[in-house]
Nanobody, 121 residues
Framework: VQLQASGGGLVQPGGSLRLSCATS????????IGWFRQAPGKDREGVSC????????YYADSVKGRFTISRDNAKNTVYLQMNSLKPEDTAVYYC???????????????WGQGTLVTVSS
């Protein structure tokens, strides 16, 4: 099982980024995919997740209305569109797989290596 997160970078407050999570080695359509982030000195927190079946989604309150998660089952890839970025969104962002739809990181089995997002002027 492999997950490769990409798309991070430096962006000004109010800007946008789109993260991608490319996966391989498992039946993509059977698993939920989640995005998490970890800022320096803080615990890893759930940002958003999307189900394997009907595309149901969850969002952390801190990103609702600004972030959108989507999946392309043909490409085995999940995306996180991040708009109206704030300095407090600065973190390493990770994608991971789980058998249920949840933002609890301990429910996730496999993790990618992370991509750094820095929001700063």
């Amino acid at each position: 099982v492999q997950l490769q997160a990409s798309g991070g970078g430096l962006v000004q407050p109010g800007g946008s980024l789109r993260l991608s999570c490319a996966t391989s080695g498992f039946t993509f359509g059977y698993y939920a995919i989640g995005w998490f982030r970890q800022a320096p000195g803080k615990d890893r927190e759930g940002v958003s997740c999307i189900s394997s079946g009907d595309g149901s989604t969850y969002y952390a309150d801190s990103v609702k209305g600004r972030f959108t998660i989507s999946r392309d089952n043909a490409k085995n890839t999940v995306y996180l569109q991040m708009n109206s970025l704030k300095p407090e969104d600065t973190a390493v962002y990770y994608c991971a797989t789980a058998s249920i739809l949840t933002l609890r990181p301990w429910e996730y089995d496999y993790w990618g290596q992370g991509t750094l997002v820095t929001v700063s002027s």
